[in-house]
């Protein structure tokens, strides 16, 4: 089993600057592609950016392609997700998620574990 933890959520203005962190606990997740969603109030959940287990590929939705990075330390069982640029449309609750096999997916339902979320709001 992985219990995973997000960081760093909060309020900030547009045109701001959060990294959220998220780590892992319970086992080593080397070897597991991460991933980070959100969900905004009456919207589905959503992907927002993955990364595979050596860090050496990435993937993000297209609203927040040049404003957000995905990073990973496997030494520190952890990875980030830095977000600048912030847009109130940015607003949501964001969920680290992890799944046990080390390749990329854009897929919710492919993500064995998740965190239980920590709240972003950007102000206009």
């Known amino acids: 089993q992985v219990q995973l933890v997000e960081f760093g959520g909060g309020l900030v203005q547009a045109g701001g600057s959060l990294r959220l962190s998220c780590e892992a606990s319970?086992?080593?997740?080397?070897?597991?592609?991460v991933g980070w969603f959100r969900q905004a109030p009456g919207k589905e959940r959503e992907f927002v950016a993955a990364?595979?287990?050596?860090?050496?590929?990435?993937n993000y939705r297209d609203s927040v392609k040049g404003r957000f990075t995905i990073s990973r330390d496997n030494a520190m069982n952890s990875v980030y997700l830095q977000m600048n640029s912030l847009k109130p449309e940015d607003t949501a609750v964001y969920y680290c998620?992890?799944?046990?096999?080390?390749?990329?997916?854009?897929?919710?339902?492919?993500?064995?574990?998740w965190g239980q979320g920590t709240q972003v709001t950007v102000s206009s």
């Open positions: 319970g086992r080593t997740f080397t070897n597991y592609a």
């Open positions: 990364i595979d287990w050596s860090g050496d590929e990435s």
């Open positions: 998620a992890a799944r046990s096999v080390s390749w990329i997916t854009t897929f919710q339902a492919s993500f064995n574990y």
